[in-house]
């Protein structure tokens, strides 16, 4: 296993498009987060997956955000009408759920809404 | 509320030792963990705490006091490459990690 996997790297957008993610766990790992981070903060909750099921997801997620994970393997994030608000890097995670080793990023996907 | 606190930066020389400091307040505490961020790229793992006193993982330490709500990360032998940011990040009641803001550690010759 390869570790986390994300796709795309980068992604340029004009305003009001629509942009999907896409994020491959570590395949032994039942649990799947999204984060987003801002230049100089800390990576801010999104949602998360305990296999296909989504069990929370923050209020910082507008009603233009949806997470799915179809068959508890891989997740996809959407942005509709994407705003300039939404530029930043969006990270995924997975674990195991022992919290032993927090979690496993993948490398992130930087969205730039022009 | 959930709050974590760290410096926003600091600056060491190369060969020193440096202390970065985290407290915080969480609803529930299953662990205490720091990462390292380098520009651009994925946090990494560095350390787990979840009861208190010193971890120590060759160049790296980290302590957790519960009681005080508050951990540091020690890091020894600075080197160039330790250049990054460090995030403090607590797994809450929920299962969630709640992160700092991060603190970014410039490391000079």
């Known amino acids: 296993d390869t570790g986390v996997s994300q796709d795309p790297r980068h992604k340029i957008t004009k305003r009001g498009q629509n942009v999907t993610f896409r994020c491959d766990p570590i395949?032994?790992?039942?649990?799947l987060y999204w984060y987003r981070q801002t230049l100089g903060q800390g990576p801010e909750f999104l949602t998360y997956?305990?296999?296909?099921?989504?069990?929370?997801k923050s209020r910082l997620l507008s009603d233009r955000f949806s997470a799915e994970r179809p068959k508890g393997s891989f997740s996809t994030l959407e942005i509709q009408r994407t705003e300039q608000g939404d530029s930043a890097m969006y990270l995924c995670?997975?674990?195991?759920?022992?919290?032993?080793?927090?979690?496993?990023f993948g490398s992130g996907t930087r969205l730039t809404v022009v | 509320g959930q709050n974590i606190d760290q410096p926003t930066e600091m600056t060491a020389t190369e060969g020193a030792i440096v202390q970065i400091n985290c407290t915080y307040q969480?609803?529930?505490?299953?662990?205490l963990f720091w990462y390292q961020q380098h520009a651009g790229e994925a946090p990494t793992f560095l350390s787990y705490?979840?009861?208190?006193g010193l971890e120590e993982k060759g160049r790296f330490s980290s302590f957790l006091s519960r009681s005080k709500g508050y951990s540091y990360l020690l890091l020894k032998e600075l080197q160039m490459k330790d250049s990054a940011s460090y995030l403090c990040?607590?797994?809450?009641?929920?299962?969630?990690?709640?992160f700092g803001q991060g603190t970014e550690l410039s490391v000079k010759p």
């Open positions: 995670a997975s674990s195991d759920g022992t919290g032993d080793y927090g979690y496993t």
């Open positions: 395949s032994e790992h039942n649990r």
């Open positions: 997956f305990q296999n296909e099921a989504q069990l929370e």
């Open positions: 969480t609803s529930g505490f299953n662990g």
């Open positions: 705490n979840v009861l208190d």
């Open positions: 990040a607590v797994l809450n009641q929920g299962g969630k990690l709640i």
